[in-house]
T-cell receptor
Framework: GIQVEQSPPDLILQEGANSTLRCNFS?????LQWFHQNPWGQLINLFYIPSGTKQNGRLSATTVATERYSLLYISSSQTTDSGVYFCAVIWRGGADGLTFGKGTHLIIQP | DTGVSQDPRHKITKRGQNVTFRCDPI?????LYWYRQTLGQGPEFLTYFQNEAQLEKSRLLSDRFSAERPKGSFSTLEIQRTEQGDSAMYLC?????????FGQGTRLTVV
C-alpha cells in the first residue's frame, strides 16, 4: 500500500510564528486532504488539494503531485491553531478510503 | 444540513459485550466510510459504502465487526464480543465525489 509520512512529528512555537508542515507520499494519489484534529477528536477540513496551491486566510497549502509531497503553511500562529494536523491521501492503485499520516502535533504557546 | 452525525459520542462497555454505533452522513453524499483511530495514530480505513453496497473492507475489519447501510442513508457499525483492543475512536465520513467530511466520532472504551 501507500506510505504517508508527515514531518515534523512535534512542533512547539510561540504565538505569531510561522510554520511549515510537510507530507510525503510514496505513490501516485487521486486525492489529498489536510485536516486539523481538535482536542475533542473532530477532524476539521482545511484543504482538498490533490495538486496546486490554495489559500484560506492564514493557512495555505501546496501539493506537487509529480514529486509526491504536500506542504501546509500556517502564518501568524494563534493558540487556537494548536492540535494535530493530518495529511491524508487516496492511493491511485488502491481502495477508495483515505490513508492518513501519523500527524504533526502543533503546540502554540502564548 | 449540519454535517456528519455520529451516535453515541462515548460508549463504555464490558469485555465480551456487543456494541453498535450509528452514522448519519451528509444527506446528498452517496459514499460513507468508517475509520478507527487509536491514541497517537492517524485514522485507519475500515470499510466503505456506495449507496447501500459495501464495496471495500480493510483487513483490519475482523469477523467480529459488521457494517450495514440498509437504505443507502445512515449506517451502523457493530462490534461483537468486544475486546480491550477494540478501545478506540470510531470515525465516520461521507463524500459525494472528492472531499470527505468527518463526524465527531464515537469513543469506545472496553473495560
Amino acid at each position: 500500500g501507500i506510505q504517508v509520512e508527515q514531518s515534523p512529528p512535534d512542533l512547539i512555537l510561540q504565538e505569531g510564528a510561522n510554520s511549515t508542515l510537510r507530507c510525503n507520499f510514496s505513490d501516485s494519489v487521486n486525492n489529498l486532504q489536510w485536516f486539523h484534529q481538535n482536542p475533542w477528536g473532530q477532524l476539521i477540513n482545511l484543504f482538498y488539494i490533490p495538486s496546486g496551491t490554495k489559500q484560506n486566510g492564514r493557512l495555505s497549502a501546496t501539493t506537487v503531485a509529480t514529486e509526491r509531497y504536500s506542504l501546509l503553511y500556517i502564518s501568524s500562529s494563534q493558540t487556537t491553531d494548536s492540535g494535530v494536523y493530518f495529511c491524508a491521501v487516496i492511493w491511485r492503485g488502491g481502495a477508495d478510503g483515505l490513508t492518513f499520516g501519523k500527524g504533526t502535533h502543533l503546540i502554540i504557546q502564548p | 444540513d449540519t454535517g456528519v452525525s455520529q451516535d453515541p459520542r462515548h460508549k463504555i462497555t464490558k469485555r465480551g459485550q456487543n456494541v453498535t454505533f450509528r452514522c448519519d452522513p451528509i444527506s446528498e453524499h452517496n459514499r460513507l466510510y468508517w475509520y478507527r483511530q487509536t491514541l497517537g495514530q492517524g485514522p485507519e480505513f475500515l470499510t466503505y459504502f456506495q449507496n447501500e453496497a459495501q464495496l471495500e473492507k480493510s483487513r483490519l475489519l475482523s469477523d467480529r465487526f459488521s457494517a450495514e447501510r440498509p437504505k443507502g442513508s445512515f449506517s451502523t457499525l457493530e462490534i461483537q464480543r468486544t475486546e480491550q483492543g477494540d478501545s478506540a475512536m470510531y470515525l465516520c465520513a461521507s463524500k459525494e465525489d472528492t472531499e470527505a467530511f468527518f463526524g465527531q466520532g464515537t469513543r469506545l472504551t472496553v473495560v
